[in-house]
């Protein structure tokens, strides 16, 4: 059902000696609602994977893998638009560890630093739409607000503009 599709360590750079990144594909279920964070810079949300095991009497349910899912700028704030609790996700990312103290103690969690998100289409359908662009005049920290309406913004799916279409022939 749910499955780590691929972990491999990537040497960044040409040199032997640069560092190491732990970039892994997951697939999983949103455990949670998206969180949103620093102005819409940072979302972040909890992946569960849980995967089909064979026992004597046939297949069950394994573990689950709770890993939190961290996305910055662009990609934070189309997540928080795009992902429902329950959504069955495929996230590519690099493997962080966030220590921290509390109460005397060091505390340590692993974070999957997200570099793209998307709907696993094995399980369903998604609908995408493309991001307005911005002409040269236009800023968006001119005024900081997302558009009202995000699908009118966006403007309408191949779909709409084929039924479109086909009402005005």
Same mark, same amino acid.
């Given at each position: 059902?749910?499955?780590?599709?691929?972990?491999?360590?990537?040497?960044?750079?040409?040199?032997?000696?640069?560092?190491?990144?732990?970039?892994?594909?997951?697939?999983?279920?949103?455990?949670?609602?998206?969180?949103?964070?620093?102005?819409?810079?940072?979302?972040?949300?909890?992946?569960?994977?849980?995967?089909?095991?064979?026992?004597?009497?046939?297949?069950? =349910? $394994?573990?689950?893998?709770?890993? +939190? &899912?961290?996305?910055?700028? @662009?990609? %934070? !704030?189309?997540? *928080? #638009?795009?992902?429902?609790?329950?959504?069955?996700?495929?996230?590519?990312?690099?493997?962080?560890?966030?220590?921290?103290?509390?109460?005397?103690?060091?505390?340590?969690?692993?974070?999957?630093?997200?570099?793209?998100?998307?709907?696993?289409?094995?399980?369903?359908?998604?609908?995408?739409?493309?991001?307005?662009?911005?002409?040269?005049?236009?800023?968006?920290?001119? =005024? $900081?607000?997302?558009?009202?309406? +995000? &699908?009118?913004?966006?403007? @309408?799916? %191949? !779909?709409?503009? *084929? #039924?479109?279409?086909?009402?005005?022939?």
């Amino acid at each position: 059902c749910v499955q780590i599709l691929m972990a491999k360590t990537h040497l960044s750079g040409e040199r032997k000696d640069g560092p190491m990144e732990a970039l892994v594909h997951i697939t999983g279920y949103a455990g949670s609602e998206v969180e949103i964070r620093g102005n819409g810079t940072v979302s972040a949300f909890r992946l569960a994977c849980t995967p089909r095991v064979k026992t004597k009497g046939g297949w069950g =349910d $394994g573990n689950t893998t709770w890993i +939190e &899912v961290s996305c910055f700028r @662009l990609l %934070a !704030e189309h997540v *928080a #638009a795009s992902v429902r609790k329950g959504d069955p996700v495929v996230v590519v990312g690099k493997l962080r560890t966030n220590v921290w103290e509390k109460d005397g103690q060091t505390h340590e969690r692993l974070v999957l630093e997200a570099d793209m998100v998307g709907h696993d289409l094995n399980r369903g359908t998604s609908a995408f739409r493309r991001r307005p662009r911005l002409s040269s005049s236009d800023s968006r920290e001119a =005024d $900081g607000a997302p558009p009202e309406d +995000e &699908v009118e913004a966006a403007g @309408l799916s %191949a !779909e709409e503009r *084929a #039924a479109k279409a086909a009402q005005a022939a």
